[in-house]
């Protein structure tokens, strides 16, 4: 059974706007990462973010997590085109098996 | 070299047919990964290799049948295979390091562009 859920399952914004999904997962985590998946293709890894930090950056990326509420949201700002992608989380917490939702379909409109 | 390769990216084979796809890595990563993806379905594991033995069959269906040759390459053995095995096949590798996981990390995977399979 899946661990997480990201919510929405569809996103569609203008470019330079900010685009901001959020995961929610059911069992305690050590960590939880986000990926992103553009049409067709692999996948790649965006961040990382351990139970005992709240907020991390990487360029864009902005991502929080709430361990009361078991949630995190991953905030991409100054969208561009290129970001048009499919976002998945994984609290799976194993270190062999990646555990998604459906993830979030997010498409930047030029 | 940070990049993982799949050979071929479009594959379409007939249900009597056995074919193979191929995944290899120069990062030195020790586990690698076959990933199953239907459309608009996250992936789903098949396989784990670690130090070139399978250490994860996800309850794989025997006409899937993978082989590591070596820490860099990757096979996924095709055979008899169903019309509802046509998906996007990823693979994907980490470095496999155990004591990361002390600290609250995770082995981050990479991961290739995939091979899109059709079974007619």
């Known amino acids: 059974s899946q661990q997480g859920e990201e919510d929405p399952q569809a996103l569609s914004i203008q470019e330079g706007e900010n685009a901001t999904m959020n995961c929610s997962y059911k069992t305690s985590i050590n960590n939880l990462q986000w990926y992103r998946q553009n049409s067709g293709r692999g996948l790649v890894h965006l961040i990382l973010i351990r139970s005992n930090e709240r907020e991390k950056h990487s360029g864009r990326l902005r991502v929080t997590l709430d361990t009361s509420k078991k949630s995190s949201s991953l905030l991409i700002t100054a969208s561009r085109a290129a970001d048009t992608a499919s976002y998945f989380c994984?609290?799976?917490?194993?270190?062999?098996?990646?555990?998604f939702g459906k993830g979030t379909l997010l498409t930047v409109n030029p | 070299d940070t990049e993982v390769t799949q050979t071929p990216k479009h594959l379409v084979m007939g249900m009597t047919n056995k074919k193979s796809l191929k995944c290899e890595q120069h990062m030195g990563h020790r586990a690698m990964y076959w990933y199953k993806q239907k459309a608009k379905k996250p992936p789903e594991l098949m396989f784990v290799y670690s130090y070139e033995k399978l250490s994860i069959n996800e309850s794989v269906p025997s006409r899937f049948s993978p082989e590591c040759p070596n820490s860099s390459l990757l096979n996924l053995h095709l055979h008899a295979l169903q019309p509802e095995d046509s998906a996007l096949y990823l693979c994907a590798s980490s470095p496999w390091l155990p004591h990361y996981l002390l600290a609250g990390g995770r082995d981050t995977q990479y991961f290739g562009p995939g091979t899109r399979l059709t079974v007619l």
């Open positions: 994984d609290s799976g917490g194993s270190n062999y098996k990646l555990t």
